[in-house]
C-alpha cells in the first residue's frame, strides 16, 4: 500500500519532520529530532578519556567504534549529576552519546519546528535548533551539532 492511499492524518503522523524524542533534564523538557536517534541506553561502561574537554563523560564503546559521550548539563550550566539516560545520536560531526535524565516519549509535534525568535536567547549559542509546540506548551529542540565544543 501506497502512503498516499493511507490518508493526511497517518501521512502527517508518519512524517519524520514532526517527529521528536521528548527528553528530560533536570525537570525542563527538550526535544531532538527522532531522525537523529540511532538508540537509547543506559549510561554504562563509559571510559574516563583525558584527551576530551570537561564537558565529557568520557567515551563510549558503539557498535565496534569509540564516541565520545557528552554531559549535557555542563554545557547548559544546570546542577546535579549526569543523566542515566544515553542517547546515541548521529550529527554532522560523526556520532555521539548524549547523557540525559529520561527519555519520556516520542511525540508528534503538530507541525515542523519554528525558528528561534530573535532576542529570546543569545545569538552566539548554537544550542537550540529551533521550539516545536507540544500540548499547551513548547518545547526547546536541542541541537546536537552546536553542543559540541
Do not use: C
Not at 571510559?47 to 563510549?60: A, C, I, M, N, T
Amino acid at each position: 500500500m501506497r502512503l498516499s492511499h493511507i490518508g493526511p492524518n497517518l501521512k502527517t503522523i508518519m512524517d519524520s519532520s514532526t517527529r521528536f524524542l521528548l527528553l528530560s533534564l533536570e525537570g525542563e523538557s527538550f526535544a531532538i529530532p527522532i531522525t537523529r536517534l540511532m538508540e537509547i541506553a543506559v549510561s554504562r561502561d563509559i571510559q574516563k578519556d583525558p584527551k576530551l574537554s570537561e564537558v565529557f563523560e568520557g567515551k563510549v564503546e558503539y557498535r565496534g567504534k569509540w564516541i565520545p559521550v557528552l554531559n549535557i548539563k555542563k554545557i547548559l550550566k544546570f546542577s546535579g549529576r549526569s543523566g542515566a539516560a544515553l542517547l546515541i545520536v548521529r550529527g554532522a560531526k560523526g556520532m555521539l552519546g548524549i547523557l540525559v535524565d529520561a527519555v519520556i516519549e516520542i511525540i508528534d509535534a503538530e507541525r515542523g519546528p519554528m525558528p528561534m525568535p530573535k532576542g529570546v536567547l543569545n545569538p552566539t549559542l548554537n544550542y537550540y535548533s529551533g521550539i516545536i509546540r507540544h500540548k499547551d506548551g513548547l518545547v526547546l529542540l536541542l541541537n546536537e551539532d552546536g553542543l559540541l565544543p
